[in-house]
């Protein structure tokens, strides 16, 4: 399983076009592609789409605002869950990419298709202007 | 330099040496799962128990070598398409060649002034405007997968929306890019010039 530092982080801007896109304050972003499952603080189970027009901008006013509680990857599946209940679960894509999450030192995380993670740690040596000089980030995600 | 054939011959002694360990493992399994069954019937529940976190110890050791052989069996054909086209005398080119300073060399698409990293478990390869965040302003270059036995491209707009070949965004399925045998792939319409 693979911890992600989201915990206390509130979803601050939602996109309202697709996919699924929503940022926090604390500059994380995540996006979803692929079929998700939303529960709510009531229990209200919602299956949708993360490339769909219509459950993106329906999924807007859902999470605007709702702060995590946790986040893990385990099997290519995100669960991130909330302060009020709610939960998020974005499981694997056999054929694209399902899910995805940058950060703001750097960090990137994508469920590639099939499941495996693409990781992109924040201050990689690699990481580097294309025919240039290094420059560095400060390393903030636990994998 | 190592040849392809080279590389083939020495991935192939990989996957020969890894699927001789899945094999122990699957009988070693195996064995573990007779002797906690034959330790139930005589009722020992200790070595029962004891049987069983060995069989499933084993199972996961199992498990471990299944996807190290899936990922062997993955370079080969890589390697394979590669070879072929040395042979073939087209041009044997990587998704994202060196280079002479050993950084990945500015792919097709790319501005000038943008930044490489790479994954560190080598998936993949992002470029990205500078002081752009997220996904905003990013060509990233996947490595081969079942669907896309050449690896995939993927462009992001400013706005970090994946696009297809038309420009816009768009549903995953054209918004993946298909890396071509070759090497090459198709830019979006209205996509960053190289020249940047």
């Known amino acids: 399983m693979t911890q992600i530092e989201l915990d206390g982080q509130t979803i601050a801007r939602v996109v309202d076009q697709p996919p699924l896109i929503f940022e926090t304050g604390g500059g994380w972003t995540v996006t979803v592609e692929s079929a998700l499952t939303f529960s709510d603080a009531n229990g209200a189970v919602r299956h949708l789409e993360g490339d769909d027009p219509e459950a993106v901008a329906a999924m807007g006013p859902l999470l605007h605002g709702l702060t995590l509680r946790a986040s893990a990857v385990e099997d290519g599946s995100l669960r991130l869950t909330f302060t009020s209940g709610a939960e998020l679960i974005a499981p694997p894509d056999p054929d694209y990419e399902s899910w995805g999450l940058t950060g703001p030192a750097g960090q990137r995380l994508v469920c590639m298709p099939g499941g495996e993670l693409a990781i992109w740690d924040a201050g990689s040596t690699s990481r580097r202007r294309a025919e240039g000089d290094a420059f560095s980030g400060e390393p903030r995600s636990r994998q | ?196």
Do not use: C
């Open chain 2, 1 to 196: 330099m190592a040849s392809i054939d080279d590389l083939t011959t020495a991935i192939g002694a990989v996957k020969e040496r890894i699927e001789r360990i899945g094999a122990g493992l699957a009988r070693s399994s195996s064995l573990a799962n007779e002797l906690r069954d034959e330790f139930a019937d005589l009722g020992a529940s200790d070595k029962t128990a004891a049987a069983e976190g060995v069989r499933r110890e084993l199972e996961s050791g199992h498990r471990i070598v299944s996807d190290l052989d899936d990922r062997t069996d993955r370079l080969l054909r890589r390697a394979a398409a590669l070879g072929g086209r040395e042979r073939s005398g087209g041009p044997a080119r990587p998704l994202a060649p060196a280079t002479r300073r050993g950084r990945p060399a500015r792919p097709r698409g790319v501005p000038s002034t943008w930044t490489v990293s790479r994954t560190s478990n080598g998936r993949g390869l992002i470029w990205q405007r500078p002081g752009s965040l997220g996904n905003a302003d990013t060509l990233r270059i996947m490595e081969p997968t079942d669907r896309y036995p050449n690896g995939y491209v993927r462009f992001y707009n400013r706005y970090g929306q994946p696009i297809g070949l038309d420009g816009k965004p768009g549903p995953r399925s054209r918004t993946h890019i298909p890396v071509r045998e070759d090497g090459t792939y198709d830019i979006p319409q209205g996509w960053h010039d190289d020249a940047d």
